[in-house]
């Protein structure tokens, strides 16, 4: 895809910075990275180069997908940016981060990962519950690994703090291309929704 040209799906991707000890998790990020570039999309991601945040990036960039990075000054005075992005977004925070990761993605989509993706994830699906925004939000569960996390959110459901509705505005599903197609579709069947920044 030329730089000129306007990408057709736009798909933040919040995953690991570091590897995991399963090799389906790289092939899973780089399963989704490759889809992105194939279906002429963009991603969004944290602007890393290690772990799974490199494997999506360099994955998507391979297939000819846009590839926007967005990481806040700590983290590239560590020397983690990924200088092969199209766009690199140096921002102060991590709330500017993930403010900016909202506003420039159509869908969300967790991999495999570590607290800081924990906490994205649960972040932009509280925004959606609040009304905040109304884009799609998707679940990789590679190789089981977040089969403890979905019993535990059942289970929340059960003894009452939580909602049926709640665990229903996130897709969970084990297929990279089959998960992102179901987004995107939904994606398409919403009105734009762009104002996070506003609520954050």
Same mark, same amino acid.
């Given at each position: 895809?030329?730089?000129?040209?306007?990408?057709?799906?736009?798909?933040?991707?919040?995953?690991?910075?570091?590897?995991? @000890?399963?090799?389906?998790?790289?092939?899973?990020?780089?399963?989704?990275?490759?889809?992105?570039?194939?279906?002429?999309?963009?991603?969004?991601?944290?602007?890393?180069?290690?772990?799974?945040?490199?494997?999506?990036?360099?994955?998507?960039?391979?297939?000819?997908?846009?590839?926007?990075?967005?990481?806040?000054?700590?983290?590239?005075?560590? @020397?983690?940016?990924?200088?092969?992005?199209?766009?690199?977004?140096?921002?102060?925070?991590?709330? @500017?981060?993930?403010?900016?990761?909202?506003?420039?993605?159509?869908?969300?989509?967790?991999?495999?990962?570590?607290?800081?993706?924990?906490?994205?994830?649960?972040?932009?699906?509280?925004?959606?519950?609040?009304?905040?925004?109304?884009?799609?939000?998707?679940?990789?569960?590679?190789?089981?690994?977040?089969?403890?996390?979905?019993?535990?959110?059942?289970?929340?459901?059960?003894?009452?703090?939580?909602?049926?509705?709640?665990?229903?505005?996130?897709?969970?599903?084990?297929?990279?291309?089959?998960?992102?197609?179901?987004?995107?579709?939904?994606?398409?069947?919403?009105?734009?929704?762009?104002?996070?920044? @506003?609520?954050?």
């Amino acid at each position: 895809m030329s730089p000129s040209a306007s990408p057709s799906f736009s798909v933040c991707v919040y995953c690991g910075s570091r590897p995991g @000890e399963l090799p389906a998790y790289a092939e899973a990020a780089t399963a989704v990275g490759r889809w992105i570039g194939q279906h002429g999309g963009q991603l969004v991601y944290g602007g890393g180069r290690t772990g799974l945040m490199g494997t999506v990036a360099e994955a998507a960039r391979q297939a000819g997908g846009r590839v926007v990075g967005i990481i806040p000054q700590a983290l590239v005075d560590r @020397e983690v940016a990924n200088p092969l992005c199209d766009e690199l977004h140096v921002v102060n925070t991590m709330h @500017e981060r993930k403010a900016m990761m909202g506003e420039r993605s159509d869908a969300f989509v967790a991999l495999p990962g570590g607290i800081g993706t924990f906490e994205e994830l649960f972040e932009i699906w509280t925004w959606r519950q609040l009304g905040y925004h109304d884009k799609p939000v998707g679940i990789l569960n590679c190789a089981g690994y977040y089969d403890g996390l979905l019993d535990f959110l059942r289970g929340s459901v059960r003894t009452g703090f939580m909602g049926e509705w709640q665990l229903d505005l996130v897709r969970t599903g084990t297929d990279p291309a089959a998960l992102l197609h179901a987004l995107r579709a939904e994606a398409s069947q919403r009105p734009a929704q762009n104002k996070l920044a @506003e609520h954050v």
